[in-house]
């Protein structure tokens, strides 16, 4: 298993946001986590990607004991983060962006492989490279933060609420890239509120309310479920 996760508790001084939670991704596998505002999605994959310290619980990355990894080494052994909101430097340019996520010296080495291939991926960025990231739709923007995190070639990519203020019809693209993103060798851990997208996009998935999982499995089997029908599809 490429991430295993065992009782996670995670949170914001005394605040717990995250209880007891256990998931696994494996290498070459989409999981989706959804869930309603406030459910602690973002807490928990923060909590995948270093930026927040887990109180308690294991979390292990390839076989390893990440408690023991520095949080700016978590890009280094092959995690990378697509936060919501983009979080792009908007007065630097798209490719001066993009360079942002080969930091490290073995991503740096590859630098022109990686720009080549985010430039495939988004042909849009190669016409734009030079153009202020501040200047570029939401979808150009969110292709940016896609390619920046690929840039440093990892093994398994964080998407926080990648669809979030997009218009609807880039939301469709969007979710084409992120089957794309595995598709090309990397793991994807999908956070994400649009169900039916997230479910029909995912391998397996689970489901997080108030801090816990509450249900996991296959998402054709989700899907069936009465709650999940009921609370995030309305029917």
Not at 43 to 67: P, S, V
Not at 185 to 203: H, R, W
Request: include cysteine.
């Amino acid at each position: 298993m490429l991430l295993e996760a065992r009782h996670l508790h995670v949170g914001y001084g005394d605040a717990t946001a995250v209880w007891n939670v256990s998931f696994d991704v494996d290498a070459g596998e989409i999981v989706s986590v959804i869930g309603p505002n406030g459910a602690g999605k973002t807490t928990l994959i923060n909590a995948i990607a270093g930026l927040l310290r887990c109180r308690q619980g294991e979390l292990r990355f390839d076989g390893r004991d990440m408690a023991r990894v520095k949080p700016h080494d978590y890009c280094g052994h092959g995690i990378a983060l697509v936060p919501e909101g983009r979080r792009l430097f908007v007065k630097m340019s798209v490719e001066e962006n993009l360079e942002l996520g080969c930091y490290l010296a073995a991503a740096r080495s590859a630098r022109t492989q990686s720009l080549e291939r985010v430039y495939g991926l988004f042909p849009i960025l190669r016409d734009k490279r030079y153009q202020p990231a501040g200047e570029l739709s939401g979808g150009q923007q969110q292709m940016v933060a896609i390619g920046r995190a690929l840039m440093a070639r990892p093994r398994i990519v964080l998407f926080d609420e990648p669809s979030l203020g997009l218009a609807p019809t880039i939301v469709d693209d969007m979710f084409e890239i992120i089957a794309r993103v595995r598709a090309e060798g990397a793991a994807v851990l999908l956070v994400e509120q649009n169900v039916l997208k997230a479910l029909d996009v995912a391998d397996r998935a689970y489901v997080l309310e108030q801090g816990r999982i509450v249900a996991q499995g296959l998402p054709g089997e989700l899907i069936k479920q009465p709650h999940i029908r009921e609370a995030y599809l309305g029917i």
